[in-house]
């Protein structure tokens, strides 16, 4: 069983859509969690990170976490075409992080 | 200010070569974070330096890989002997010491290609 689970998609939407992007994971000690947003032959860049449950909430975005089920999700309000990437969520102890293996968005304009 | 800089950004060697990726963190970076993708999977922990030391290096698939960070300040990372199965994308990654790695800024990677 994989640590991190994600669902590749691919997702499309309409600009102007909310956009809804889940995982879970396996770990109970696991208390960071991350989104990291990727564009094509680029490196991840860091959207958010939350650490143990709740809510964080960062403009069109906002992670949730609820570590009673093991799920993480990340919303963003208002797509946009630039928000069309690959995102990456990673959940880990502090020093070590598992990722899942990345969804990918397209915004329609 | 300079992000995460990795050397270089595409490698194509034989099976038996070596190859040696680099790895500049951001500057007052203790931590600093291997990484690898191989295609269509998740990328995945190789290792991790507080400054030159290493923290853990439980992610590092066999012998053949060899990390370096002589200094606390950047990072080598050797194949030698390549294989087939080492292609992927190398990422590194860095962050400050405390923040027990969670802001962790990536590089752009290194694509390695082995032929």
């Known amino acids: 069983q994989k640590e991190v689970e994600q669902d590749p998609g691919p997702l499309s939407v309409p600009e102007g859509a909310i956009v809804s992007l889940n995982c879970t994971y396996s770990n109970s000690a696991f208390q960071y969690f991350m989104w990291y947003r990727q564009y094509s032959r680029k490196g991840p860049e860091l959207l958010m990170y939350?650490?143990?449950?709740g809510n964080k909430e960062d403009g069109r975005f906002t992670a949730q976490v609820d570590k009673s089920s093991k799920y993480i999700s990340l919303f963003i309000r208002d797509s946009q075409p630039s928000d069309s990437a690959t995102y990456l969520c990673a959940a880990g102890t502090g020093n070590q992080f598992y990722f899942g293996t990345g969804t990918s968005l397209t915004v329609i304009p | 200010e300079a992000g995460v800089t990795q050397f270089p950004s595409h490698s194509v060697i034989e099976k038996g070569q070596t190859v040696t990726l680099r790895c500049d963190p951001i500057?007052?970076?203790?931590?600093l974070y291997w990484y690898r993708r191989v295609m269509g999977k998740e990328i995945k922990f190789l290792l991790h330096f507080v400054k030159e030391s290493k923290q853990d290096e439980s992610g590092m698939p066999n012998n053949r890989f060899l990390a370096e960070r002589t200094g606390g300040t950047y990072s080598t990372l050797k194949v030698q002997p390549a294989e087939l199965e080492d292609s992927g994308v190398y990422f590194c990654?860095?962050?400050?010491?405390?923040?027990?790695?969670?802001?962790?800024?990536f590089g752009q990677g290194t694509r390695l290609t082995v032929v």
């Open positions: 500057s007052g970076h203790d931590n």
């Open positions: 990654a860095s962050s400050q010491l405390g923040v027990g790695g969670t802001e962790a800024f």
């Open positions: 939350t650490y143990s449950s």
